[in-house]
Structures are given as structure tokens and as C-alpha cells.
């Protein structure tokens, strides 16, 4: 069983950066993608970012490409989202999940954080 922390979350004022991060604990990290999820109030789970085992691959949702970088290091079980130019459509308390296929589909991973909220003021 994989047990999944995320932090780093708070709010900022439009244009900001944050800086996500997701600690593992319980089961081998550096073979698991990890993906990134977000969900606003009223809306449903969304796709933000993924990456692969090696750290080698990732994909992003078009509304955060170019303004969102996902890694990791498997030496710290850990990975991160360094998120810039925050919008206030931004605004979303966002997941850490661990799964073994390279997708941005919800459903195909496995474990899920806690969630951490990111406000973005205008």
C-alpha cells in the first residue's frame, strides 16, 4: 500500500509561483508514474500533469503547459509541480496519485493523496 503527502499549497496572488510537492511512503516509488489531478469546487477531477518511472517523460494538460513543470526524485520518493504565472482559474485543492500505466486518465491510478489547496487571488 502506497501512502501519498501532498504539500506546499497556500495562496498567491495571480501571476505567483508554488511549488507542490508529493511524498511516498510504503511501496516501491521509482516504479510508479505519478500524475498530478486538480479539483475545483463544483467541477470534477482533472487531469494536470504526469510523469513516467525515470523521470524522463511528462505530459501536461494544455491549460498548464508552459506554466507547469512536474518531476521527481526517486531517491527522495518524492515528486513535485512547480507551478508559475498562477491564474485564478488556477484555483483548486490538487492530488498526488501513483499508478503503472503513463496516462492522464483518472481512473487508471491507484493511490491518491490527501489534496492540497492553491488559491490564486486576481
Known amino acids: 500500500q502506497v501512502r501519498l503527502v501532498e504539500s506546499g499549497g497556500g495562496l498567491v496572488q495571480a501571476g505567483g509561483s508554488l511549488r507542490l510537492s508529493c511524498a511516498a511512503s510504503?511501496?516501491?516509488?521509482?516504479?510508479?508514474?505519478m500524475g498530478w489531478f486538480r479539483q475545483a469546487p463544483g467541477k470534477e477531477r482533472e487531469f494536470v500533469a504526469t510523469?513516467?518511472?525515470?523521470?524522463?517523460?511528462?505530459t501536461y494538460a494544455v491549460s498548464v503547459k508552459g506554466r507547469f513543470t512536474m518531476s521527481r526524485d526517486n531517491a527522495k520518493s518524492t515528486v513535485y509541480l512547480e507551478m508559475n504565472s498562477l491564474k485564478p482559474e488556477d484555483t483548486a485543492v490538487y492530488y498526488c496519485?501513483?499508478?503503472?500505466?503513463?496516462?492522464?486518465?483518472?481512473?487508471?491510478?491507484?493511490?491518491w493523496g490527501q489534496g492540497t489547496q492553491v488559491t490564486v487571488s486576481s
Open positions: 510523469i513516467n518511472r525515470s523521470g524522463g517523460s511528462t
Open positions: 496519485a501513483a499508478g503503472g500505466v503513463f496516462t492522464s486518465v483518472r481512473s487508471m491510478y491507484d493511490y
Open positions: 510504503g511501496g516501491t516509488f521509482s516504479t510508479y508514474v
